[in-house]
């Protein structure tokens, strides 16, 4: 039987995901981060984008979507805080493309009283979640 660590993704709302895992992939701010069980101690940001859970004795891994957040790692455990989380199988394509369509003819209007900065900041969320659903469909690993 192969080694486990729990995990627990935790969103402002909800608990997403409460479980054990073979190891994770995590979106950090300076590339991917795979942890994997008796990771030595660790407390780091991550960036917008889709977490890897590979489940025990599953084929597939779990895809959970976060707006970036804090990681922490434990020996034993790993605990996700992000302001938004969101498994990717409920993330509807349709509607993120529709709104990232929004916000790049928002942004190419440049009107004076734009805040370009949320504006951007929107889009790179929904491009984010865009990359989960592409994840999920392709199942990469």
């Given at each position: 039987?192969?080694?486990?660590?729990?995990?627990?993704?935790?969103?402002?709302?909800?608990?997403?995901?409460?479980?054990?895992?073979?190891?994770?992939?995590?979106?950090?701010?300076?590339?991917?981060l795979?942890?994997?069980?008796?990771?030595?101690?660790?407390?780091?940001?991550?960036?917008?984008?889709?977490?890897?859970?590979?489940?025990?004795?599953?084929?597939?891994f779990?895809?959970?979507?976060?707006?970036?957040?804090?990681?922490?790692?434990?020996?034993?455990?790993?605990?996700?805080?992000?302001?938004?989380?969101?498994?990717?199988?409920?993330?509807?394509?349709?509607?993120?493309?529709?709104?990232?369509?929004?916000?790049?003819?928002?942004?190419?209007?440049?009107?004076?009283?734009?805040?370009?900065?949320?504006?951007?900041?929107?889009?790179?969320?929904?491009?984010?979640?865009?990359?989960?659903?592409?994840?999920?469909?392709?199942?990469?690993?």
């Open positions: 039987m192969a080694m486990t660590i729990h995990v627990d993704v935790v969103s402002a709302e909800e608990e997403i995901f409460s479980g054990t895992v073979e190891f994770a992939i995590f979106p950090g701010e300076s590339g991917e795979g942890i994997m069980p008796r990771h030595t101690p660790l407390l780091t940001r991550i960036k917008p984008g889709a977490l890897r859970l590979k489940v025990p004795d599953e084929d597939r779990e895809l959970v979507y976060v707006s970036g957040g804090m990681l922490e790692v434990q020996p034993h455990l790993i605990t996700v805080l992000a302001d938004t989380a969101i498994r990717a199988a409920d993330l509807d394509e349709a509607k993120l493309l529709e709104a990232k369509r929004q916000a790049e003819e928002t942004l190419s209007k440049r009107s004076g009283g734009m805040n370009f900065a949320a504006a951007e900041a929107e889009l790179a969320q929904l491009n984010a979640q865009l990359q989960a659903i592409k994840k999920m469909k392709s199942n990469v690993h």
